[in-house]
């Protein structure tokens, strides 16, 4: 299935708006309490940050026919990597927001769709944010084989 490339920059460039304002408030909350769990949470929506401008980048300037090749590649291929390993991390985030949540309703007599929505934004964040990153590894991947495949089409088609 092709990828539509114009939706795809859209996605990236929505997951550069979630992740910025997420590494703000993350980046606040370090200065308040740091730990663990605060500097993780730096990391991997930083990582985040630079797959999607990276990605951008990368099909703004290689699309339709340069293939990834040198520094880029080398960029490309940690990213990509760092970015895969930070799933881990962002599911773990979800899940213990939703254990909190949990805890705290057993504490009322809510239920989950009465909780101020101040309260449920990490969970929406995180999982959009952990959603639009597989769409956005799922792209890399395709626009990467698609790329070096119009290189290959092109390079023969001048032979």
């Given at each position: 299935?092709p990828i ?44 985040s940050l ?110």
């Amino acid at each position: 299935m092709p990828i539509n490339w114009k939706l795809y920059r859209a996605v990236c460039l929505l997951q550069i708006v979630l992740t910025t304002i997420v590494l703000f408030h993350s980046l606040l909350y370090f200065f308040e309490s740091p730990g663990f769990g605060t500097i993780s949470r730096l990391i991997v929506f930083l990582l985040s940050l630079l797959l999607a401008t990276f990605t951008l980048h990368l099909i703004n300037n290689n699309y339709p026919d340069n293939p990834v090749a040198g520094r880029q590649k080398k960029t490309f291929n940690r990213l990509f990597l760092l970015n895969f390993m930070a799933l881990a991390f962002l599911f773990g985030f979800i899940f213990a927001e939703v254990q909190l949540i949990s805890s705290a309703l057993a504490l009322t007599t809510l239920p989950a769709y009465r909780l101020p929505f101040l309260f449920l934004a990490p969970v929406v964040s995180y999982s959009m944010i952990l959603l639009l990153q597989l769409v956005i590894l799922y792209g890399l991947y395709d626009l990467r084989r698609q790329l070096d495949m119009n290189f290959r089409k092109k390079k023969f088609d001048f032979e």
